[in-house]
């Protein structure tokens, strides 16, 4: 074998070693990733089943309901609506009327099972996933607090955008 015909095959043996190793990197991070959706997402487009993300919009009103350990609830978005179930301790902040974001899994029935629930922090933040989804379907509430501008939020500080 001359010089040639080794330097092609040592070349071709880390050209398979480097899609390998970046075929394995996207397959782990794909696991890894939680999508946002809001009520009127799913409508239109159902996520596969069994896969992760991040519903988000506002807990519709008179939806609580409490029964032990377990929390049942509607997230809306004003022109869709999706029933939550969650078993654990639900923040301080959470209540009807508020903005929302639960991680979690749809169920075969239709019903959102999440595993974690966010709620606002304060007055005035709403996520910036969940103001654009209200905005888009024209149902935002301006007594819930400004609405981050959409152009403009990806160019606030980080403190800014937390409210800090």
């Known amino acids: 074998m001359n010089r040639k015909k080794r330097r092609l095959y ?15 990197t996207l397959t782990a ?5 939680v999508f946002f959706l809001a009520p009127s997402d799913i409508a239109r ?9 991040r519903l988000g919009g506002l807990v519709e009103a008179g939806s609580v309901e409490r029964g032990g ?19 654990g301790v639900l923040p301080d902040l959470f209540r009807e009327g508020q903005g929302v974001v639960a991680q ?21 933040y709403m996520p910036p996933e969940v103001a654009a989804a209200l905005r888009r379907s024209g149902h935002w509430n301006p007594s819930q607090g400004a609405a981050p501008p959409a ?7 980080p403190a800014t955008r937390t409210g800090s």
């Open 10 to 24: 040592i070349l071709l043996l880390c050209a398979i070693g480097i899609g390998s190793a970046t075929a394995l």
């Open 69 to 87: 350990a377990t929390v049942r609830f509607r997230v809306t978005d004003g022109a869709h609506t999706i029933s939550v179930t969650f078993s």
């Open 29 to 33: 991070f794909q696991d890894n990733l």
């Open 104 to 124: 979690g899994v749809m169920g075969p029935d239709g019903t959102f099972a999440a595993r974690e629930v966010l709620a606002r922090h304060d007055e005035t």
């Open 45 to 53: 487009e159902a996520p596969p089943p069994g896969r992760a993300f």
């Open 151 to 157: 152009a403009t939020w990806n160019t606030l500080s």
